[in-house]
């Protein structure tokens, strides 16, 4: 089976900061990645399909790179609102990652 | 636009069966972009796991990890689809959410219900 390891388990930084998440693959999953964002005591919200295609309605100061093993979910100017527990999920399985969670320094 | 609603028992006992239903709204469960229909559960401060998936035609797919104890079921004349977890223990407590599946990404969720297994 794929698994998947995110980094890092948690991150602390500024507003306007640049923040990257990374997730990894166990084996080559082409693009077959997507990145969802859960604020607490909420459902999970696609926010990144097909490793980098952007959800309808996603800020566009979220983006996702990365293809094979390793990606990215970077947020250019991080924001009050985007504290939140991160996870990337692949398709095989639709193993999710364990999660990043996100907040403010 | 579509929206999916979690419903069922927020108390099963210990051995007994966990039964949830998910009712879609705003759309029909039989559409053509080919959705399948999910559940996925978070067991409480921990990450997410997928239980499995059903299409309208009632063809399934579960984890299987969890694959013995499972069943998905739909009625599209309800607009709704089912899942029941047989014999519970306090390992299945945890928040069960219901979601579409379009391409391999869940890109819409009910809000999630609750379930603790206890006596």
């Known amino acids: 089976d794929i698994q998947m390891t995110q980094s890092p388990s948690s991150l602390s930084a500024s507003v306007g900061d640049r923040v990257t998440i990374t997730c990894q693959a166990s084996?080559?999953?082409?693009?077959?990645l997507n990145w969802y964002q859960q604020k607490p005591g909420k459902a999970p919200k696609l926010l990144i399909y097909?490793?980098?295609d952007l959800e309808t309605g996603v800020p566009s100061r979220f983006s996702g790179g990365g293809s094979g093993t390793d990606f990215t979910l970077t947020i250019s100017s991080l924001q009050p609102e985007d504290i939140a527990t991160y996870y990337c999920q692949q398709y095989e399985n639709l193993l999710f990652g364990q999660g990043t969670k996100l907040d403010i320094k | 636009q579509v929206q999916l609603q979690e419903s069922g028992p927020g108390l099963v006992k210990p051995s007994q069966t966990l039964s949830l239903t998910c009712t879609v709204s705003g759309g029909s469960i039989i559409s053509s972009g080919g959705y399948y229909w999910s559940w996925i559960r978070q067991h409480p401060g921990k990450g997410l796991e997928w239980i499995g998936n059903?299409?309208?035609?009632?063809?399934?797919y579960y984890n299987p990890s969890l694959k013995s104890r499972i069943t998905i079921s739909v009625d599209t004349s309800k607009n709704h689809f089912s899942l029941k977890l047989s014999s519970v223990t306090a390992a299945d407590t945890a928040v069960y959410y219901c979601?579409?599946?379009?391409?391999?990404?869940?890109?819409?969720w009910g809000q999630g219900t609750m379930v603790t297994v206890s006596s």
């Open positions: 084996q080559d999953i082409s693009t077959y």
């Open positions: 059903i299409y309208y035609s009632g063809s399934t």
């Open positions: 097909d490793a980098s």
């Open positions: 979601a579409r599946l379009r391409q391999y990404a869940f890109d819409i």
